[in-house]
């Protein structure tokens, strides 16, 4: 599994090879389900995955009038890497936020229908204990303006962890790929670090209170190609371990690292399914003028 | 070749156009700089002369020779600490609320609104208000506590603004990512905002005890002694303040008293440019904090 994990990382780089990387991805999905099967409750399963985010009938309004997600029902399947594609402004941003309810810190926004976490419907629990357990990385680096330690540990210690924190942030920081590059300078100030660095160690942020989902909007958007690879090489790393959705914008990146890809389209879900068939025989006519760059 | 014959670029003339505003720009920002210096040169020169220890630890008296200011240095110290013992919390906790709490609609917009005016309303005017609450209705008499009272009234909408600017200049995404991680607004809250609009809320603090240190008018009005031989020693007492003196003394007849308000007039310009610094060297060193 680890081999077939690095050739696909080797290849990722080459958007051409899309199909293969699914293929692989495939294979290790394979070895990962009968453990996630055993986890699998009253979910409705599609496939061989366990069903890690359900929605059904999603809605969302921006004040009165603008109505950002129309009946929005899908499955996102555990232990994949889910990809949400579309032109600007199709919802993506705001669907991926319905996850783990950030779109409430936002005033005057409306939501109808159902999304379950693990069988539970999130918007009937404490949204506090919902976020928790899902992780988020943001479109630009938000790093605390604190030391490359205290970002890691924070959301940790808040959480009331008693562990070895020491332990922990090099976990973190060894998952996220960043141990190598800071493990001299823990205890310098986070701003300190570039661009790509700053992402991943946002990524290790979010994996200290042991998330099983991690949500990513637009996570490389503000990366320069190097720091995305390096960026995609981590995600395709973590894809056994976590559930993952990724917003994107772009369609090379949700082919390199995706293995569902959910396709928007003004505030509509317009086609989902494996990535290799949607970028290679999508059922849609949108979709097809999309993936083949006709539009967006 | 393009034919640009429907332009006339005439450049000459837009650079002197230019050259002129710059000028006069210029020219606006010396007389300001000028009256000022002025002022501060000829109030040093009428009353350094006066500066001696015995001014500064000596008492009021009826001959000029032998005043002192202790008992206002001490009366503004202490006007100073209520001022600050009250408007921080309030300042700070209605700015937390208002930012962080409240929902968007009517109500706040109500309260925004009158915040925003009640920061313009004259000082003789809450002068009037701390006579009317503090002095005679919860009967503090002409006290330190009164006046102190009177005068965090007067600055608090300056603090509460400089509060809500420092937490509106911090970026969404780390209240977005602290509550991903599964923060609690409290924790948001006490972990990152306020460490992180400290600088902001420190330099709107020490600009409003700085305008409160040199009021006078509410101090007249809610009826601070003009010349005590006492310093005050509870929070009932009776008391005196640096501008309190510079107003007296600017009243009598002589030249001799003239100078020294112009001598107490430097100590209380020396008692502001040391609350800026302080707020300056304040606000680096919690910049530095956080970038550490």
């Known amino acids: 599994m680890a081999s077939a994990d690095s050739s696909n990382v080797g290849s990722s780089t080459q958007a051409n090879t ?15 389900t009968p453990t996630a099967a055993g986890r699998a409750g009253d979910a409705a399963s599609e496939g061989e995955a366990e069903t890690k985010i359900a929605v059904s009938n999603l809605n969302f309004w921006y004040g009165d009038d603008t109505h950002a997600l129309q009946d929005i029902t899908m499955d996102v399947k555990a232990n994949r890497v889910t990809a949400l594609i579309g032109p600007s402004g199709c919802g993506k941003s705001t669907l991926i ?3 783990n309810r950030m779109n409430e810190l936002i005033p005057n926004t409306t939501l109808e229908g159902r999304v379950h976490v693990n069988g539970q419907n999130i918007y009937q629990a404490d949204p506090v204990a919902v976020r928790r357990h899902i992780g988020m990385v943001f479109q630009k680096p938000n790093p605390f303006p604190k030391t490359i330690y205290k970002n ?14 020491d332990a922990l942030v090099e976990r973190c920081l060894r998952q996220a790929a960043l141990w190598d590059e800071v493990k001299d300078s823990l205890h310098g100030s986070a701003y300190n670090l570039s661009g790509g660095q700053q992402q991943r160690l946002c990524i290790a942020r979010a994996l200290a209170v042991e998330p099983d989902i991690l949500l990513m909007d637009e996570p490389t958007s503000a990366l320069d190609p190097v720091a995305t690879g390096k960026f995609e090489d981590t995600i395709s790393e973590l894809r056994s371990e976590y559930t993952i959705v990724v917003v994107t914008h772009s369609m ?8 569902e890809t959910v396709f928007l389209y003004m505030g509509r879900l317009i086609e989902m399914g494996a990535t290799e068939q949607v970028f290679t025989r999508p059922q849609k006519e949108r979709t097809e003028a999309y993936v083949t760059g006709r539009f967006g | 070749m393009k034919d640009h014959s429907a332009f006339h670029p005439q450049l000459d003339k837009r650079r002197r156009y230019g050259t002129l505003i710059a000028g006069l720009l210029f020219a606006a920002t ?3 700089l000028l009256v000022l210096a002025t002022l501060i040169v ?15 630890t000596g008492y009021p008296t009826a001959r000029p020779e032998t005043s002192g200011i202790w008992p206002a240095i001490v009366g503004s110290l202490y006007l100073m600490l209520i001022v600050a013992a009250t408007t921080v919390p309030l300042g700070v906790g209605t700015a937390l609320y208002l930012e962080e709490y409240a ?9 925004q609104l009158n915040i925003t005016n009640l920061a313009g309303v004259p000082s003789v005017v809450y002068g009037i208000l701390g006579l009317g609450v503090f002095v005679y209705l919860f009967d503090m008499g002409s006290s330190l506590l009164a006046a102190g009272l009177t005068l965090s009234l007067l600055v608090l909408p300056i603090v509460v603004i400089s509060a809500q600017e420092a937490l509106r200049s911090i970026p969404q995404g780390v209240r977005e990512s602290a509550f991903a991680l599964g923060a609690t607004r409290s924790q948001v809250i006490w972990h990152h905002l306020i460490p992180m609009a400290l600088p902001g809320i420190m330099t709107g603090v020490i600009l409003s005890l700085s305008r409160a240190v040199g009021e006078t008018a509410p101090l007249v009005l809610v009826g601070a002694s003009l010349a005590i031989n006492f310093t005050p020693a509870h929070l009932l007492d009776d008391f005196t303040a640096l501008p309190m003196l510079v107003f007296q003394w600017t009243e009598e007849p002589g030249a001799s008293f003239q100078e020294l308000a112009a001598a107490a007039i430097i100590v209380l310009m020396a008692f502001l440019l040391l609350m800026n610094l302080s707020a300056i060297l304040l606000r680096n060193h919690f910049e530095d904090q956080l970038a550490g």
């Not at chain 1, 890691?152 to 924190?165: K, L, S």
């Open chain 1, 18 to 32: 899309a199909p293969s990387t699914n293929s692989t991805a495939d294979a290790q999905q394979a070895d990962a």
């Open chain 1, 252 to 259: 090379q990146q949700a082919s390199r690292v995706s293995d």
């Open chain 2, 42 to 56: 000829d109030v040093v020169t009428t009353g350094s002369g006066w500066l001696s220890e015995q001014f500064l």
């Open chain 2, 103 to 111: 929902d968007e609609g009517g109500l706040k917009r109500i309260i």
């Open chain 1, 97 to 99: 936020r319905c996850f």
């Open chain 1, 152 to 165: 890691v540990i924070w959301g940790a210690r808040i959480n009331g962890y008693t562990g070895d924190e």
């Open chain 2, 30 to 32: 010396m007389l300001g």
